[in-house]
């Protein structure tokens, strides 16, 4: 497929773009303070706009990764509103060292 330049253009599947998180292979450091009205509140050491809270440690740590799925998509729409028109858009796996 080409548009009106005569550039070709590669159409990716939307399913194959999006960032699953269960399939990226990569550490990040969760930390989990004691919050003085009781449960917890999360964040990242390395992304610190990503935070949540919970009751339970397992709530905050559920929290937290529903907290990075929407940061993630939030950045992820509003970069495709800004994207140059042939930008070109690959999925690029993460494997932690």
Do not use: W
């Not at 550490?27 to 990503?50: M, N, Q």
Request: charged share 25%; proline share 4%; net charge negative.
């Amino acid at each position: 497929m080409s548009d009106h330049t005569g550039i070709a253009k590669r159409s990716i599947d939307a399913s194959v773009t999006r960032m699953q998180l269960d399939a990226l292979n990569l550490t990040l450091t969760a930390v989990f303070e004691p919050a003085p009205e009781g449960g917890y509140t999360c964040r990242f050491e390395e992304l610190p706009d990503v935070f949540s809270q919970g009751e339970t440690l397992e709530e905050a740590r559920a929290n937290l990764a529903d907290a990075l799925n929407l940061v993630l998509e939030y950045h992820r729409d509003e970069a495709r509103g800004r994207a140059v028109d042939g930008a070109l858009r690959e999925p690029l796996h993460l494997v932690g060292s």
